[in-house]
Each structure stands twice: as structure tokens, then as C-alpha cells.
């Protein structure tokens, strides 16, 4: 070939420096980009030969080198595979792949950060060009009598190709690097880059050091005819094997087959959990795993795994690995990802991804969106399942999932929808349920709660004669579909023991993303409702009174509201007295549903608002018209000690709802000592 010299064809005079300052974070891609381009000629090569227009040599075996040179300060590329001819040079790389480079730099170089390409994929040949100041490639093609093209550039827009010197098929890129980027040369650096691109690329890669110092020992029948032999190490026993000392070997990066690409009746429990190890450094178990694996409409594989996990979602970090054809592309792009997803860990390949395009045309790109919904279903069909036909492992997991799951019902919709009869309750024996059983249990039957009564110590309560049952059907349907919650063990246990005297449930929902799922449960599910073990006393704690008596009672409590409003100083408190079954219970504290989730929600948001402006609201004092100190206050209501009775009653109802305030416990104390003192007299 005569020597030639040109011009690259692009249209911008200075692309390089372009290249070289582009997305300065990151230009450790090159090593991505060239390995792959080097693997590309090798599937090209094997391609020729099973359709019969190549033969592979004796003994072929398809690999990437890297060949780091601190001293030379360069990087060598070389692969064995389908090389290239002096036209296809002058086609690949001095026209499209420059072409290429320039489209893409003039379509994104005045992009912001928040608008970034995914992986910076689609730079290819010349992101070299990044860290290097001269590139040459050393290729010979593997078609007949092709001659060896040497093709050089200097990082301006010229090029020089001439006859070159490579005898085996393939290419060497030969990469000089600029001062600023010495670091890639480094072995260590260069196999820690290339270990996150090319861990799982298809070809073995291997990473050596040109010159290295480094040697190892063999045995002496595992010598391979590239090993470069330094000398025989003496044995210390005539019996010893015979051992070569040699200078170290290329190491091997990377896993041609990594465990997504098996079929999963292929995968044993061992490779799911090793492969889980090694990619995401995480010593202990998954909980499970799901495999996805699909062909049509589009090729998708991957494995997620669920984390042990036992926080709250906040404190949750999942990654999930993105690839295109076992190249690593980058971690948690949320565009093909459903975000709620992204608090697992796991891989996903998907060749037909379009990568070469911005994050914001991922996200309105509908087939992006079909692959997310894809790996949606997936995950909500593998829970389900799980629920129905190995409802015991379910369970055991249930508490580590959960806040997984409930995030994932709040930010997809479609995920709700599938999984709200899956979702789990743990009620107050610990024992697990689903919605529609939760729903069955506090049923009304109004022959039970008359019939089994019984008080705290689990006797049988007398129920008085009622001579009108309730006409009002809705409002007792309303409390059927009621799910009583829990969400401080410990600060609501009064209220327990009555759900349990009361043969009640209620069920366990401490973590801080309850609240906005249950919201979102009972607003996509007409009729269910929640409310806090306090938020009203059902009629399963009362004795069943007449209409009569009722009403008494009912005016009795206009009269002690308005004694305790005074006594509290708080006009906002309401009292009601009922029949409660159990007779040592004098006063509960309930606090209407409405009006307490208000006041969480303002906590919430409402920064350094002053919560005590929203003091009492909602909250109703019920007094046990069946305790001898209610007796007492309706019927002296002028007596010198109603108002502290009163006080005191209003204390110890609250203090069994929630902790007293300094000022009020500071108030309690004192009363308690007076009550006493008359004890004394
Ligand atoms: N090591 C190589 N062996 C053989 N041909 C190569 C090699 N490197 C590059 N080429 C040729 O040069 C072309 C341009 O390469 P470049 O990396 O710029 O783009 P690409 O690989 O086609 O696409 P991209 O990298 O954007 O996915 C390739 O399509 C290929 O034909």
C-alpha cells in the first residue's frame, strides 16, 4: 500500500480536545469501548467461520489482551479478531467512526449533568482519544492475502496509514497517553476499571503489565507455551514435582458465562448465592432470588435479589447492574429500572436497550417502559406466588420484604394492584394475614358479642336486655371493613389488653411507611378503613345498653363535658360515657383517626410548626359508666373534689394514650401526692 496521509472527514476542526475534556468524571470508559470493540471483531471472526467463509487456526482461543507499559506510558488493545483492511480502515475509523464521534459530541456536548448519556455509549474508537495523545492500530484482516495496515493519528484531524508489520489476524490498539492520565496505565488501576466494565463481557479478557517484574510458580506439566520460563526451581525433597519459576501470567478478568445467561433450571442455590457474593460484596445470604429470562418481544435476563434487610426503606441501598450484552453499562439507571426496584440488588442484561440516546429520552421511550413493567410483573408475580403456594417461607421473609414491597405500592400502581391480597399483617398473636383475612375477623356478629363477653380476667360479662337492635346498617357495615393497627406495642397496651379481653384483633404497623400505605390502601379500596387501636372503642368493649339507657347516659356526658372542659381548661375535649365491660377501667383516652393523622402528617411537613396549637383536637375522654368514680363525678358534680377526680381521670386515660408532657406529669405528681394526703386524713 503507498504510504498515505489525509484528513479525517468530520466536520469540526477540533474535536479532540472536545473528546478529551468531555465528561471528565468518567473517561475511564475507553477501556469499555475498546475491549468491546476487540470481542465485536472476535464474535465477527467465529461468525465467519460457522458460516463456512473462514476456518479458525488450530487451537484458537479468542481473547482480549491489555498490555499496560508504565515505563513507555502506554496501553496496548489487542485482540484476535476479525482485524481490518486498509479500506476497511479507511471506512471504519477515518470516516464513520469520526462521523460518529462528531454527531454524537455536537448532539451532546452542551448537555448538562442532570441530562447525561447513558454509559457514554456510542463514542467508541475514539474515546481513546480522551487519554491519549497518538493512537496507532496494528490490524490484519482475515480475509485472503490481506496485508498489514499501520494506521496512526496524533490527536489533531491527520492521520498517516502504511503497510504495517502484524502477522496474526487481529488488531493492536496502541494508546500513548497524555501526562494527565498516566494512572491507566498502572496495572492495579487498569484491572480495577476494566473489572467494572468487562467483568462479564463474553471473550476472556486478560490485564498484564509489559516487562513486569512479578513472577510465580508453576508445576512444571502445567506449562503453557506462552509462559516465559525465568528458571527451574530447586526442589528440597528429591520427591518434589518439578516447578518452573516464571514471570507472572496475564490475569484473567472476567466470566464468560455469567449465571444470567444460564438457564435457571440449570442454576443450583450455590451459584445464585456465590455469584450474589462476588458481584455485590455482601457477606451474608439473600433472602431469595428471582431469575428473569425472556426472548420475546424483547431479550431481557437478569437475577434480582432480595437483601436481608431490616430497616427502614430509607436506609436501604440496593444496586442493580445494568448491561448490554454482558457489558457493564452503569448502576441504577432509574429510566428502564422501576425505581422501587432499585432498593434490591441484582443484574439485568438487555441487548435491545437504545443506549446511545440521553436519561430523558429513555424515560419517555415506550419500549424502555415496557421492559420496566416487564421486570414489574415479574417481581409481583414471584411475590404472589410465593404468598400462595409457600406461604410459610413468605412469612419468614415478610419482615425483611415489607417495607420493599410497601414502597413499591406506593411509587407503581400496577405493583399495587397485584399485590395488595399479598401484602401481610401481623396481628396481635403474631400471627400472619392477608387483607381480605384481616377483614374477616372483626366481624360484628352480634349473637357473639352478646353471648361470649367476658372481662379482663376472662369472666363472663352480664349484657343487659335490649329491646331495639341498631337501624343503623351502614355505619355497622363501615366498622366491619375496619382494621385496627398498632403502632407502638408498648405505649398502646392498655388498649391491647382490652382488643384482647374483647376477643379483638388488631394488627402490627410500627415502621414509618405504614402510614402513607395504609392511606394509599384504603383509598384504592373502597370501603377498608384503618383506624389506631385508640381512635374508638367498638361496641365489643361496651355492654350492650337499650336506646333508653342510652340516651341517659348520653346526657349524663353533656353534663361531665362541660365540668371537665372547665377542669382541663381545654374546650375542645369531648366526653362520652359508656357502658364499658370491663369494670376497672375507669377513663380511656380515644383519639379520632382523622384528627391524629392530621397532626402526624403537619409533624411531618410542618418543620418547626408549634404542635401544641393542635393540643387536644380529636381527642374524646370516655368514662366507664360502669366504675364507681364515674358514679361518683355524675352525681356530685358541685363536690369540692369532682374537678380533681376529673383531672385526675382525663391524666390517667392520656397517660395510657401517650406520654405526659413535663408540665402536665409535673401537675399529675402533685394531684397524686393531694389524693393521697386525703387517704392520710
Ligand atoms: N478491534 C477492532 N477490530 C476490528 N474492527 C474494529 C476494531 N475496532 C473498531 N473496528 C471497526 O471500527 C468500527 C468503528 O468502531 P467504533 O468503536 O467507533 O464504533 P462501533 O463499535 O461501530 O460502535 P460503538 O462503539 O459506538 O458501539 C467498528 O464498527 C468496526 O468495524
Given at each position: 500500500?503507498?504510504?498515505?496521509h489525509?484528513?479525517?472527514s468530520i ?7 472536545i473528546?478529551k475534556?468531555?465528561?471528565y ?11 468491546s ?12 467461520d460457522?458460516m ?17 507499559d508504565?515505563?513507555?506510558?502506554t ?13 476497511e480502515?479507511?471506512?471504519?475509523i477515518?470516516?464513520i467512526?469520526?462521523s ?12 448538562t ?5 447513558i ?5 467508541g ?7 491519549a495523545?497518538?493512537?496507532?492500530i496494528d490490524?490484519?484482516?482475515?480475509q485472503?492475502d490481506?496485508?498489514p495496515?499501520h ?19 487481529g ?14 496505565c498502572?496495572e ?12 462479564f463481557?463474553?471473550v476472556e ?6 516487562n513486569?517484574?512479578?513472577t510465580q510458580?508453576i ?15 530447586k ?18 478478568i472476567?466470566d464468560t ?20 457474593r ?8 439473600p433472602l431469595?432470588?428471582?431469575?428473569l429470562n425472556?426472548?420475546y ?16 426503606y430509607?436506609s ?10 454482558q457489558v ?5 439507571i ?5 425505581e422501587?426496584?432499585l ?17 430523558s429520552?429513555?424515560?419517555?421511550d415506550?419500549?424502555v ?30 419482615d425483611d ?10 411509587k407503581?400502581?400496577k ?7 399479598y401484602?401481610?399483617f401481623?396481628n396481635?398473636d403474631?400471627?400472619y394475614?392477608?387483607l381480605?383475612?384481616?377483614?374477616e375477623?372483626n366481624k ?5 358479642t352478646q353471648?361470649?363477653?367476658v372481662?379482663?380476667n376472662?369472666e ?23 382494621i ?14 382490652m382488643?384482647k379481653?374483647?376477643?379483638?384483633d388488631?394488627v ?5 411507611i405504614?402510614?402513607p ?6 383509598a ?9 387501636i385508640?381512635a374508638?372503642?367498638?361496641d ?7 336506646k333508653?339507657t ?7 356526658a353533656?353534663k ?13 375535649i369531648?366526653?362520652?360515657i359508656?357502658?364499658?365491660?370491663n ?20 409533624k ?5 410548626m408549634?404542635?401544641s396549637?393542635f393540643?387536644?383536637e380529636?381527642?374524646?375522654l ?5 366504675h364507681p368514680?364515674?358514679?361518683?363525678i355524675t ?6 373534689n ?5 383531672e ?5 386515660a ?5 406520654p405526659?408532657?413535663?408540665e ?7 394531684r397524686?401526692?393531694d389524693?393521697?394526703l386525703?387517704?392520710?386524713?
Amino acid at each position: 500500500m503507498a504510504e498515505k496521509h489525509g484528513a479525517l472527514s468530520i466536520n469540526s476542526d477540533n474535536i479532540f480536545p472536545i473528546i478529551k475534556k468531555w465528561l471528565y468524571s468518567d473517561h475511564d470508559i475507553f477501556y469499555r469501548e475498546l475491549i468491546s470493540n476487540g470481542c465485536d471483531a472476535i464474535t465477527k471472526l467465529k461468525k465467519l467461520d460457522m458460516m463456512g467463509e473462514y476456518e479458525l487456526p488450530e487451537g484458537y482461543k479468542p481473547r482480549v489482551d491489555i498490555i499496560v507499559d508504565p515505563d513507555a506510558k502506554t496501553i496496548q488493545f489487542i485482540d484476535n479478531g476479525v482485524g481490518m483492511t486498509a479500506d476497511e480502515v479507511e471506512e471504519y475509523i477515518n470516516q464513520i467512526a469520526f462521523s460518529g464521534a462528531t454527531d454524537f459530541i455536537a448532539k451532546y456536548k452542551d448537555k448538562t449533568n442532570d441530562d447525561q448519556i447513558i454509559g457514554h455509549f456510542g463514542l467508541g474508537f475514539y474515546s481513546a482519544f480522551m487519554v491519549a495523545d497518538e493512537v496507532h492500530i496494528d490490524t490484519l484482516s482475515w480475509q485472503k492475502d490481506a496485508k498489514p495496515v499501520h494506521w496512526e493519528c496524533d490527536g489533531g484531524t491527520e492521520y498517516d496509514m502504511q503497510d504495517g508489520t502484524r502477522t496474526e489476524v487481529g488488531t493492536c490498539i496502541t494508546l500513548f497517553l497524555n501526562e494527565d492520565c498516566l494512572q491507566f496505565c498502572n496495572e492495579y488501576k487498569a484491572t480495577e476499571v476494566i473489572k467494572k466494565y468487562c467483568s462479564f463481557m463474553p471473550v476472556e479478557i486478560y490485564v498484564s503489565r509489559a516487562n513486569t517484574p512479578e513472577t510465580q510458580t508453576i508445576l512444571a506439566s502445567e506449562k503453557l507455551d506462552s509462559d516465559h520460563v525465568i528458571e527451574e526451581v530447586k526442589k528440597e525433597k528429591e520427591e518434589d514435582p518439578d516447578k518452573l519459576k516464571i514471570t507472572k501470567r496475564p490475569e484473567l478478568i472476567n466470566d464468560t458465562h455469567p449465571l444470567w445467561t444460564k438457564n435457571p433450571s440449570e442454576c443450583t442455590k450455590e451459584e445464585y448465592i456465590d455469584f450474589y457474593r462476588k458481584v455485590f460484596m455482601d457477606y451474608k445470604e439473600p433472602l431469595f432470588w428471582i431469575h428473569l429470562n425472556m426472548d420475546y418481544p424483547f431479550n431481557l435476563k437478569g437475577i434480582l435479589y432480595f437483601p436481608k434487610i431490616n430497616m427502614e426503606y430509607e436506609s436501604i441501598e440496593g444496586v442493580i447492574k445494568l448491561y448490554n450484552n454482558q457489558v457493564f453499562i452503569a448502576d441504577n439507571i432509574k429510566e428502564v429500572i422501576p425505581e422501587f426496584l432499585l432498593l434490591l440488588k441484582g443484574v439485568i442484561d438487555c441487548p435491545d436497550l437504545p443506549l446511545n440516546v440521553s436519561r430523558s429520552a429513555l424515560q419517555n421511550d415506550g419500549f424502555v417502559k415496557k421492559i420496566s413493567d416487564y421486570i414489574t410483573k415479574k417481581v409481583a408475580d414471584k411475590l404472589s406466588g410465593m404468598c400462595k403456594t409457600q406461604k410459610e417461607e413468605y412469612e419468614k421473609y415478610w419482615d425483611d420484604i415489607a417495607p420493599f414491597i410497601k414502597f413499591g405500592c406506593l411509587k407503581d400502581e400496577k405493583f399495587c394492584e397485584k399485590m395488595t391480597d399479598y401484602i401481610l399483617f401481623k396481628n396481635l398473636d403474631g400471627k400472619y394475614m392477608t387483607l381480605p383475612e384481616c377483614l374477616e375477623v372483626n366481624k360484628t356478629d352480634p349473637d357473639e358479642t352478646q353471648e361470649g363477653a367476658v372481662d379482663e380476667n376472662g369472666e363472663k360479662v352480664e349484657a343487659e336486655v335490649v329491646e331495639d337492635k341498631s337501624e343503623d346498617s351502614a355505619e355497622e357495615e363501615k366498622k366491619d371493613k375496619t382494621i385496627y393497627y398498632v403502632t407502638d406495642e408498648k405505649q398502646q397496651s392498655q388498649y391491647i389488653n382490652m382488643f384482647k379481653a374483647a376477643k379483638m384483633d388488631a394488627v402490627m404497623l410500627t415502621d414509618r411507611i405504614d402510614q402513607p400505605f395504609i392511606s394509599q390502601l384504603e383509598a384504592k379500596n373502597e370501603g377498608i378503613h384503618f383506624a389506631r387501636i385508640d381512635a374508638d372503642l367498638t361496641d365489643a368493649f361496651k355492654t350492650k345498653t337499650s336506646k333508653k339507657t342510652q340516651e341517659e347516659l348520653n346526657a349524663q356526658a353533656e353534663k361531665v363535658e362541660k365540668l371537665v372542659q372547665k377542669a382541663l381548661k381545654n374546650d375542645k375535649i369531648k366526653v362520652k360515657i359508656e357502658k364499658l365491660k370491663n369494670k376497672k377501667v375507669s377513663s380511656v383516652l380515644t383519639v379520632s383517626e382523622e384528627s391524629r393523622r392530621m397532626q402526624d402528617m403537619m409533624k411531618m411537613y410542618g418543620g418547626g410548626m408549634d404542635m401544641s396549637m393542635f393540643g387536644a383536637e380529636g381527642e374524646t375522654l370516655v368514662l366507664n359508666a360502669n366504675h364507681p368514680l364515674v358514679t361518683y363525678i355524675t352525681e356530685h358534680e358541685d363536690d369540692a373534689n369532682t374537678k380533681m377526680i376529673c383531672e385526675q381521670l382525663y391524666d390517667l386515660a392520656k397517660l395510657q394514650n401517650a406520654p405526659l408532657s413535663p408540665e402536665a406529669m409535673t401537675k399529675f405528681v402533685a394531684r397524686s401526692n393531694d389524693i393521697m394526703l386525703l387517704l392520710a386524713k
